[in-house]
């Protein structure tokens, strides 16, 4: 088992380009998860998706926009890219049920210049 | 909403025991994770407190008391390879799924 996969690992973007992070998970979870981490800071929730065919807005949602392709796929779109959005990205994948862990996936580490 | 506050930063020296606190403000509350993140890494799961008192696993043990919405990880017989980031995270109960809120992290330094 792979766990969950994160494509890709490191991308550079000029301000204004745009982009699609990917994640998949085989551990058939419901629920999947796209986070921020910023130098020395804590994780921060972009956007998640409860189960198949849901997604809800997290603490920072602003700029992205994600979709769930299906059970095992959960991608983060940037439509615009700005420098402020340089961060290293997190997906994640957990059962839908409190006290389950959250599995992460390598993480991608993004520079918008 | 959410809010965690923990310790920015631990220094303490190999063999030594080191506690991590963790003091939460939530809504609802359904229990207490802990996640360890060495630089440059992934987090990685390491406890989760729904009741009141203390689970241990291994040199790890966390601590929940609901009563005071604090909670902490113990960390026993420090060894180099604890150097990380730990964060405390609670769940949002209003939202579905296993949505969680997570604390800025305490960077822990092992000293030889």
């Known amino acids: 088992n792979a766990g969950v996969t994160q494509t890709p690992k490191f991308q550079v973007l000029k301000t204004g380009q745009s982009m699609t992070l990917q994640c998949a998970q085989d551990?058939?979870?419901?629920?999947m998860y796209w986070y921020r981490q910023d130098p020395g800071m804590g994780l921060r929730l972009i956007y998640y998706?409860?189960?198949?065919?849901?997604?809800d807005k997290g603490e920072v949602p602003n700029g992205y926009n994600v979709s769930r392709l299906n059970k095992r796929e959960f991608s983060l779109r940037l439509e615009s890219a700005a420098p402020s959005q340089t961060s290293v990205y997190f997906c994640?994948?957990?059962?839908?049920?409190?006290?389950?862990?959250?599995?992460f996936g390598p993480g991608t580490r993004l520079t918008v210049l | 909403g959410q809010s965690l506050e923990q310790p920015s930063e631990v220094t303490a020296v190999e063999g030594a025991i080191v506690q991590i606190n963790c003091t939460y403000q939530?809504?609802?509350?359904?229990?207490l994770s802990w996640y360890q993140q060495h630089d440059g890494g992934a987090p990685t799961f390491l406890s989760y407190?729904?009741?009141?008192g203390l689970e241990e696993t291994g040199r790890f043990s966390s601590f929940l008391s609901r009563s005071d919405s604090y909670g902490y990880l113990l960390l026993q017989e420090l060894q180099m390879k604890d150097s990380a980031s730990y964060f405390c995270?609670?769940?949002?109960?209003?939202?579905?799924?296993?949505?969680?809120?997570f604390g800025g992290g305490t960077r822990v330094l092992v000293k030889p």
């Open positions: 994640a994948s957990s059962e839908a049920l409190p006290g389950f862990e959250q599995f």
């Open positions: 551990m058939n979870h419901n629920s």
């Open positions: 998706s409860a189960s198949e065919g849901t997604t």
């Open positions: 939530t809504s609802g509350f359904y229990g």
């Open positions: 407190n729904a009741l009141d």
């Open positions: 995270a609670v769940r949002d109960q209003e939202a579905a799924g296993n949505k969680l809120t």
